[in-house]
């Protein structure tokens, strides 16, 4: 008994000494506001204890109380590697929904589900990489063209749908918990000019001209840092016009801090700094700086706060050296220091969640290209084949958690439908073809025909799926086509062999329920396309080329095989009644859903709204400027109304080098529709007020 009382004893002096230990230093007092906190937490750190906080695996720090702590985790569509998930689908496919506020949706459940995880970590000792709260997304990089193999991380090839996409998703994140707290620090990637090659991404340099700079790779990020809070902005691989991104003082500075006015922090793409010093036999890189500490004196020098590497030593020999000052040193650690005390101490409380699941996001992202009648199917019996009708992991895409299950294309179609064992017996083949995540991705272990390096060589379905389909084409049976992929596929040598085309992307861990639910009609939610699909690899630039020239529906001026924003529904729809208020710069009108081939009692469409370019001798065309994803009853109306912000309407002058506003009085054409086709567009002429 008296050992017992000692062993109590010797416990609640312990635990009395924690909770002194606890709040020995005023930077543990969360009384205090943040800025206190972290002047008094700067001021005990030793230099080399200021440094390790500079790279993204922070070490614990005993003697002050600090744990360890990872910047580095990942939620590109749904947490990533960190064990069992919910995968939703991939960011080119929710670009297709045209809908922002479900991205914002999606990402508030991602949020969610981070925090379970990272109390879990927590309580595991686990302070290592993915088990954090700051995540590298979303991917607001343009998808210029379709060979690059991460274009599947990204919204799409159009600025204003990128920024609309990418700020729901920060929202989402960052503030899903709807009560005021910071739930999660998302972070712009990659900046700024970054989209290929994968396999010299190490070494490549974009040379691009302002206006291209300013017009179409550099809205996306200027939008969303003006109109949210976001935490981080990632830095890239690649040069820019000669210069390194991570060191690149036009882009960090003269633009991110200078022009912006962005605070928040910069962190390096992970390794990236190496890319300048290190002299590789096996990967091509830079080798801009002569060693590691004149680069990692560039990059802090540059605005880079946090290094994704481990470039600790280097970043030591600089300060030693005296490339760069302690007080700068300062600047950057508390800007890491504040979001890390922010961040890890916010305690959300996530209620009433959004009531969506991958299944529901799926299907507002599959877009149905062509359709001859043969969809939606009701009682008849089907043959599926093709490579990627019994693959669960292409749905997955990559940066991907691992979801409790998930469904293929046969399971969901076995489930819903009869199947025949031979294409004979069977009233429709269902093909899916197209791509998977081991051909196109993050610089990959690569080199076949058609692929290298996780980019594509052609942009053709490949040729065996063609003579696959040709062959099944001989039963005469009517032939629905799945195209799997994160990227635009030419069709041209096989549209005329099918009778139903739709693109499901990389959909999550229910697209095979998805799917059977659109190719059923339960659902009329179809998206639209969120990039040009070429008629072949020949209508392209080429690929290392970062001109825009003749590169999407932006300046493309030969006729594309489905345009950006296509896509058909079940139903019908027709605009009527638009009228354009200029004062408030809002488009308005009606919609009619005039006829549905499917069993649900409304249909959905996207309603666009296109600056049209007059006499521009860069080329451009047009640009996106609004939209609206609606649902309409079918026979009924609903009303429409678009809000044109004037950021979309800048153009670039080039005698100052700036974005600029339209002249007052200057004449505009907004064009609005169902795609980017003029065709399917009616003109609003009018004159701008400033």
Known sequence: MLRLVKYIVLALCLFVQQICFAQQYPFQDTTLDIETRVDDLVGRLTIDEKLSLLEHQNPAIPRLGLKPYSWWNEALHGVGRNGTATVWPMPIALAASFDSKMVENIFSQVAAEAHKKYYESQAQGNY????GLTFFTPNINIFRDPRWGRGMETYGEDPFLTAKMGAACVGGLQHGSNDGSLTAAACLKHFAVHSGPEGTRHQFDANISQRDLWTTYLPAFEYIISKSDVKQVMCGYNRLNGSPCCTNRELLVDILRNKWKYDGIVVTDCWALNDCWERDTVIPRHKTHATAALASSDAFGSEVDLECGSGLQALKTAVDSGYISESKIDEHLRRVLSLRIEITESHPKFNNLPELTPHDAATETFVLLKNDGTLPIDGKRLFIAGPNASDTLMPLGNYNGTPLHTSSISEGLSKRFSIAENANDADIIVYAGGLNPQLEGEELPIDIPGFHKGDRTRIELPENQIDEIKQLKKYGKPIVLLLCSGSAIALENIIGETNAIMVCWYGGEDMGTAVASALAGDCDNFGRLPVTFYRSTSQLPDFDDYDMQGRTYRYMQEKPLFPFGYGLSYSDFKLSDINFDKREMRITGTISNIGAKAKCKSGKTVIQAYIKNQNDKSGLQKSLAGMQKI??????????????????????????????????????????????????????????KR
Do not use: C, H
């Open 128 to 131: 290592g990489d993915y088990a």
């Open 631 to 688: 649902e309409v009853p079918v026979g009924g109306t609903s009303t429409f109304e678009i809000k044109i912000d004037k950021f979309w309407l800048r153009k670039y002058n080039e005698t100052t080098g700036e974005m600029a506003e339209p002249e007052n009085g200057e004449r505009l054409i907004l064009q609005v529709g169902f795609s980017s086709d003029d065709n399917d567009l009616k003109d609003i002429t009018f004159k701008y």
